[in-house]
């Protein structure tokens, strides 16, 4: 699918500025990058939460859209009930906690839960359904090691069964490296690297990019 081209002003300050871009079906694509630098900004363009400078959806209105923010809202209800606002197919809603290992939560009010169980219940809310495209701001950042990997396993299998292309925001260097294909690098808001993750990651065109990458995550060394 083509991303249209894009740019996010306030006032005289331009957050965002990147040219256009194209997800295959099944393709997992890291946004990675300081803070700062436009990542979950560019998340919100595409999943038409921020209108762009230039109004209008930046992907065709055919394909179907599933966002998980950076900071996902509990509702005043249980846990079961937060997942089913996604849908009411109960067993999909269990089969999800079951392998978040939220069952033992299931009645207990979203509003209680730790930042890493309402990362869980937000993941599996936006995986209820199926779509398109999935975009996930951050999705693990909240949780432990040992939930991180099962959210990933979890998010893998959705796109294998779906054929939907990831749109993944993390700054977690290892995380982009494990789940995906390619890899998005921006900084000062606009896009310096695009292209395998293994490329951008560990061979990047860019000093700020290396520079970047091997400070923060000990890759792209000389």
Known sequence: MKIAACS????????????????????????????????????????????????????????????????????????EKNILLS?????????????????????????SLSGGEAAKMALARVLMQRCD??????????????????????????????GCAVLLVTHDLSQARRMAGNALFFYGGELCEAGSAETVLFHPEREETRQFLEYYGGFAKR
Do not use: H
């Open 8 to 79: 996010k002003t306030y006032g005289k300050r331009t957050v965002l500025r990147c040219g256009e871009l194209t997800l295959e079906p099944g393709e997992v694509c890291a946004v990675v990058g300081p803070n700062g630098s436009g990542k979950s900004t560019y998340a919100k363009l595409i999943a038409g939460v921020l209108e762009p400078d230039r109004a209008g959806r930046l992907v065709e209105e055919a394909v179907t859209i599933r966002y998980m923010p950076q900071k996902s809202y509990p509702f005043r209800m249980s846990v």
């Open 87 to 111: 849908g009411d197919d109960r067993e999909r809603a269990r089969e999800l906690m079951e392998k978040l290992r939220l069952t033992a939560l299931v009645r207990q009010r979203a509003g």
């Open 133 to 162: 495209l999935l975009i996930l701001d951050e999705p693990t950042a909240a949780m432990d090691m040992e939930s991180a990997i099962a959210a990933e396993q979890l998010i893998q299998n959705y796109r294998q069964e779906n």
